[in-house]
Antibody
Framework: EVQLVESGGGLVQPGGSLRLSCVTS????????MNWVRQAPGKGLEWVSHISAASSTLYYADSVKGRFTISRDNAKNSLYLQMDSLRAEDTAVYYC????????????WGQGALVTVSS | EIVLTQSPGTLSLSRGERATLSCRASQSVSSSYLAWYQQKPGQAPRLLMYGASRATGIPDRFSGSGSGTDFTLTISRLEAEDFAVYFC??????????FGQGTKVEIK
């Protein structure tokens, strides 16, 4: 069974930093690209970032470029999102998701981690 | 950036009725790169369709169609578990990969 479990969410002040982790199981993590997608409270979905299987290709939404860094550790079956210079508008549930065909399409999703940016 | 506009915002229907959800793109999207997701309250999104193909485990009452800038998700006969929010997404060769704002299918 494919599983993705996010952790690391919480309350942070504007300008602060947070690191999300996503531990995966049930599939060969090193063979798949991964996505982070977020959803502000009561709002729609926003693709945030993508990393290829070997970390050779990284993509970011303009809204987070220069502030967020995606990475992975294939030996630990884990995906990360380092979030710096956080803003109130970054408040959202952050989902890690397995990408299909190295694209933005995601076939398996974690349960999400809530990040709240507030003073 | 490709903007996806979904309509209607809310669809009020009864069990057994047919649901037709629309997704319109600001520029042409290959039908192979248009997906639909279902999301229920408090849950993560679930992949339903990509192009005209159903994702694993998705019942055949769900179907996807369209081309160019106009796409449709059809649920032939609504079941109780189908009342949810539906999002379309384009995932062409170059990011950003964008989502529509969602259509809520509610019980009438």
């Amino acid at each position: 069974e494919v599983q993705l479990v996010e952790s690391g969410g919480g309350l942070v002040q504007p300008g602060g930093s947070l690191r999300l982790s996503c531990v995966t199981s049930g599939f060969t993590f090193s063979a798949f690209s991964m996505n982070w997608v977020r959803q502000a409270p009561g709002k729609g979905l926003e693709w945030v970032s993508h990393i290829s299987a070997a970390s050779s290709t990284l993509y970011y939404a303009d809204s987070v470029k220069g502030r967020f860094t995606i990475s992975r550790d294939n030996a630990k079956n884990s995906l990360y999102l380092q979030m710096d210079s956080l803003r109130a508008e970054d408040t959202a549930v952050y989902y890690c998701a397995r990408a299909t065909f190295a694209s933005g399409r995601s076939d398996y999703w974690g349960q999400g981690a809530l990040v709240t940016v507030s003073s | 950036e490709i903007v996806l506009t979904q309509s209607p915002g809310t669809l009020s229907l009864s069990r057994g009725e047919r649901a037709t959800l629309s997704c319109r793109a600001s520029q042409s999207v290959s039908s192979s790169y248009l997906a639909w997701y279902q999301q229920k309250p408090g849950q993560a999104p679930r992949l339903l369709m990509y192009g005209a193909s159903r994702a694993t485990g998705i019942p055949d009452r769900f179907s996807g169609s369209g081309s160019g800038t106009d796409f449709t998700l059809t649920i032939s006969r609504l079941e109780a578990e189908d009342f949810a929010v539906y999002f379309c997404q384009q995932y062409g060769s170059s990011p950003p990969w964008t989502f529509g704002q969602g259509t809520k299918v509610e019980i009438k």
